[in-house]
């Protein structure tokens, strides 16, 4: 199964996408094999899809941010995203290329698009990804129908509305009634603005539901050890240096030395 318990998971945020090394080359082939080299076996990405079906490794909606080229996603072909370099000299992957560059590695999967809902459940269906990957969004009417398509048999993260209630809600039971149960993991902020999002009341009723508790972007190794601390099944880091010498420190670190 792609979830585990008693351990935690470290993921490589967009292949860990601030480490001084990589800097500037998030979602690359690069960027990724680099998080396998420290060794990293859960690699977080999105996905989008272009105008002829290509289901994309990439975050952003539009190229203009850390391309040399600009335009929407969804208004491009392959052919055409092909020509776009990221840092100057990185390709914009396709998730097809990730899975086959890294067979062993799971992967954590944003839905960054509505039609790349459709994508990503007929490639779970054709590669046999069931258990190796983890499927998240954050808008809810996407995640249901994945879950649709896949019948239920991916693990997919809470939706806002489901992470609200048991967030707000006082038991677990009654936030499992009126939250939902279709889902395995929490994925939160630490903090939406002025709202402190994982609290040990999260982490209990998530855990007392058999739900797991993953919190992003952490990149600060206080930060990290006061989640730990909190009990958290798994961070997500633009600095896959710091988050490993912290898992290591503590005894956590599972990945490769």
Do not use: C
């Not at 994309?56 to 909606?61: I, V």
């Not at 990149?219 to 997500?236: P, T």
């Amino acid at each position: 199964m792609y979830l585990e318990p008693g351990r935690v998971i470290a993921f490589a945020h967009r292949g860990g996408a601030y480490h001084p090394e990589i800097e500037g080359l998030e979602n690359t082939l690069a960027a990724f094999r680099h998080a396998a080299a420290l060794g990293y076996r859960y690699l977080e990405t999105d996905v989008h899809v272009t105008a002829d079906g290509a289901l994309l490794a990439f975050h952003d909606d539009v190229l203009d941010r850390v391309t040399d080229k600009m335009g929407a996603i969804r208004d491009l072909t392959l052919a055409e995203i092909r020509e776009a370099r990221i840092g100057g000299r990185e390709e914009i992957p396709t998730f097809d290329q990730l899975l086959d560059a890294f067979p062993d590695a799971r992967f954590n999967i944003d839905i960054k698009s509505d039609g790349a809902v459709a994508a990503l459940a007929s490639t779970v269906r054709e590669r046999d990804l069931w258990d190796r990957v983890l499927v998240g969004s954050f808008a809810p009417a996407r995640i249901r129908e994945f879950r649709r398509l896949t019948d239920g048999r991916v693990p997919t993260a809470a939706h806002p509305w489901e992470i609200a209630a048991f967030r707000l809600l006082p038991s677990a039971r009654l936030a499992a009634l009126v939250g939902g149960r279709g889902f395995q993991a929490f994925q939160v902020p630490r903090r939406r603005r002025r709202i402190t999002i994982v609290t040990p009341g999260l982490v209990r009723r998530a855990h007392a539901a058999g739900k797991h508790v993953h919190v992003w972007t952490i990149d600060d190794a206080d930060q990290m050890h006061e989640l730990l601390d909190l009990g958290v099944d798994g961070l997500f880091t633009d600095r896959t240096d710091v988050l490993k010498d912290v898992l290591v420190a503590r005894g956590l670190w599972e990945g490769a030395p």
